[in-house]
């Protein structure tokens, strides 16, 4: 079981990427995605959540508006489009797998993928 996270890169403020976390192993869209971010100084933190259940989303208030999560079951791979970047959004991200609905408790999840790097900075 396999989680693959990629997508990261330079990119000026006001940019976008969009990460990449692709499945192996497993059936993604039976479990709950959620991508986490680690900026310097500060605990890992969620960023944005889709359930396996319902395909229901969530945003941290910091990504709400310009960030989006969607799912694609055919290629058993999630995204992370994240427009109108800031340095602020400048962190490893990490995508994380578990059962059940979303949670932004770290210790619930049972798989991670390796951090692909955000940098935004002109």
């Known amino acids: 079981v396999q989680l693959q996270a990629s997508g990261g890169g330079l990119v000026q403020p006001g940019g976008s990427l969009r990460l990449s976390c692709a499945a192996s192993?497993?059936?993604?869209?039976?479990?709950?995605i959620h991508w986490f971010r680690q900026r310097p100084g500060k605990e890992r933190e969620g960023v944005s959540c889709?359930?396996?259940?319902?395909?229901?989303?969530y945003y941290a208030d910091s990504v709400k508006g310009r960030f989006t999560i969607s799912r694609d079951n055919n290629k058993n791979t999630v995204y992370l489009r994240m427009n109108s970047l800031n340095p602020d959004d400048t962190a490893p991200y990490y995508c994380?797998?578990?059962?059940?609905?979303?949670?932004?408790?770290?210790?619930?999840?049972?798989?991670w993928g390796q951090g692909t790097l955000v940098t935004v900075s002109s």
């Open positions: 192993g497993f059936t993604l869209d039976h479990y709950t």
């Open positions: 994380a797998a578990k059962e059940g609905s979303c949670s932004s408790d770290v210790n619930e999840y049972n798989y």
């Open positions: 889709i359930s396996g259940l319902s395909g229901s989303t």
